[in-house]
């Protein structure tokens, strides 16, 4: 059998080892290590076990540790970025939920009683300070007017304003002057055992004060102007008509 060089058989070795060699190959290596020692050596460090020094165990461990404390923080961070967009679809829902169009014979006036209403109007040709109002008792609201005005405040619903949940400001009492608006309806009404009063302005806002059981309480709303515009119609439709 023809001589083959030792860097030969030290590259067939490795198949050798593994079994993957062919036959005549692995012929070739074994008649080559009967006489071959360094050969043999050499075949001898593939089959040791592979062993890990200390220092190269610690360096092991310690990156298996870098890993897992990666893998730890990411879940924490996945983790909160879910409560924290599980909170954020929350507050939209309750949002979009709390200024919902309601409807007002449902929420402020329903089993109440309108005691009081006024119009306050700017007067033509004159000053801001001027208006012209028309004011009415509960004697005036019975009947015809007090429906008349029920119906009118009903005609829409209202949408609550998100400042009501941020705000704690105190009552200022209504007025025409207020930015926007060029008049005010203001409605007196008991509801046991509030005392509600609601100032409805021409451009669509609403304050309701609410006095109950000594404790004071101010919310916004935005209706329709349609709203105001009836009550107008409503309230000018009767002759008691009075000049501050």
Known sequence: MKEVSCGVIRDLLPLYEDGAASEESAELVQEHLKNCPACRAELDKLRAPVTISP????????????????????????????????VLVGIILFCVWYVQPRSWDRAVIKGGTIIYASLSLPAVNSGQEAEICWQYQEKDIQGPMGEAIQNALTSEGYRADLRNLLSRTAFRSHS??????????????????????????????????????????????QTDSGVYDALVAVLQAYDTLQKN
């Open 55 to 86: 220092e190269e165990d610690k360096e092991q461990e310690i990156r298996e540790r870098l890993q897992q404390s990666v893998k730890e923080l990411q879940r924490i961070k996945r983790n909160r970025i879910t409560a924290v967009a599980a």
């Open 176 to 221: 025409w002057l207020i930015q926007g608006a060029q008049g005010s309806v203001y409605l007196r009404v008991i509801q046991e055992p509030r005392d509600l009063g609601i100032s409805i302005y021409s451009n669509g806002q609403v304050i309701v004060h609410t006095l109950n059981n000594g404790q004071e309480g101010v919310r916004t709303f």
